[in-house]
């Protein structure tokens, strides 16, 4: 849901690119207060695989396609500010780049995906998982998070294109069209994230502030 | 660890490369909703020229392998964006 140059007025993309710019100063203040050096190759490789899995559009329905955003996957690993910082940079890139997404919209897009989609998707993850317990249960929390991270990024990208004035219908008809593809990309998202969030586990490689939280609890005691 | 940020890596360019190409080409949902309730023509033209515009390394005939190479370039380029943004976020902190 990259938006293109164009569908964003001044004050909107302005105002947006305001924001991104605060969201991304503020983590990377809070990436160096919660995440140690060695996480750092870890942030590499999973900003890569991001960037690589957004290129792989899978067709939902009715000729209509999808590819994973990302946000929920990194801030189940690392927390939401390094995801917030990851998917910024992927945005960033793909913008100058790779022509994918305008440049003023890039606050947008950066505000969207990238923090709104990580917050929110932390949320989701803490909460959920925080009533139940057992692998399946962990893995209905990523799966929620994610779905509901695509949700509020297509929503927060409906708002702007109205408050710019250039949805030709109400705002409840687009919102309504925009929410119903991406509930099915959605589902997409939760199960690609489930599933790579799995591997990685299994790899060995519990949450960042997991870490953190027995890092301060020993060397506490 | 090691071993896993590895295989996530060669995961990410075995994705980029050979995946990417095969990817759907059908409009994204923000591009369907546009398309169908009639707001794609506000779209632009990008103001900004990218190098790898629309992810196809430009000069290479073959579309297919055009994408492979943009997707195996942008997903270095991604690697050692944040590497490097990591470092500086995390330079200052005092290992336990």
């Known amino acids: 849901m990259h938006i293109p ?9 302005v105002s947006a690119a ?52 990302g946000a929920a996957l990194a801030t ?23 022509n994918d997404g305008g440049i003023t919209a ?34 209905a929390a990523v799966f929620l998070a994610s779905w509901v991270s695509v949700m509020v990024a297509a929503f927060a990208a409906t708002v702007e294109v109205g408050v710019s004035g250039n949805l030709p219908v109400s705002f409840g008809v687009a919102l309504s069209a925009m929410l119903g593809w991406h509930a099915l990309i959605g589902i997409g998202e939760g199960l690609i994230t489930v599933a790579v969030v799995s591997f990685v586990r299994n790899a060995g490689l519990s949450p960042a502030w997991q870490q953190e939280k027995a890092q301060s609890e020993v060397s506490g005691a | 660890m090691k071993n896993t940020v590895l295989i996530i890596l060669l995961a990410a360019l075995a994705v980029a490369v050979f995946l990417s190409p095969f990817a759907s080409s059908s409009p994204d949902g923000l591009e369907r909703v546009a398309e169908d309730l009639g707001f794609i023509e506000k779209g632009e033209e990008q103001i900004l020229k990218s190098p790898i515009p629309d992810y196809a390394f430009p000069g290479i005939e073959n579309e ?27 330079r200052k902190k005092k290992e336990a």
């Open chain 1, 5 to 13: 140059d164009g569908f964003l007025d001044a004050k909107t993309w």
């Open chain 1, 18 to 69: 305001a924001i991104s710019a605060g969201a991304i100063s503020y983590s990377v203040k809070k990436t160096r207060e919660a995440l140690s050096e060695r996480m750092v190759p870890v942030m590499g490789v999973l900003a890569a695989f991001i960037f690589a899995a957004q290129m792989i559009n899978f067709p939902i329905a009715g000729g209509t396609s999808g590819h994973l955003l």
């Open chain 1, 76 to 98: 189940v690993l690392l927390g939401p500010w390094a995801s917030g910082l990851i998917i910024s940079t992927v945005l960033i890139i793909q913008c100058l780049f790779f």
């Open chain 1, 106 to 139: 890039l606050g947008g897009n950066i505000l969207n995906m990238a923090f709104i989609g990580s917050l929110v998707a932390y949320a989701v993850y803490r909460s959920v998982s925080g009533i139940g317990g057992g692998k399946r249960w962990e893995q």
């Open chain 2, 64 to 90: 297919k392998a055009a994408t492979a190479l943009a997707g195996a370039v942008g997903t270095l380029l991604t690697f050692g964006a944040v590497y490097a943004v990591g470092r500086g976020a995390s």
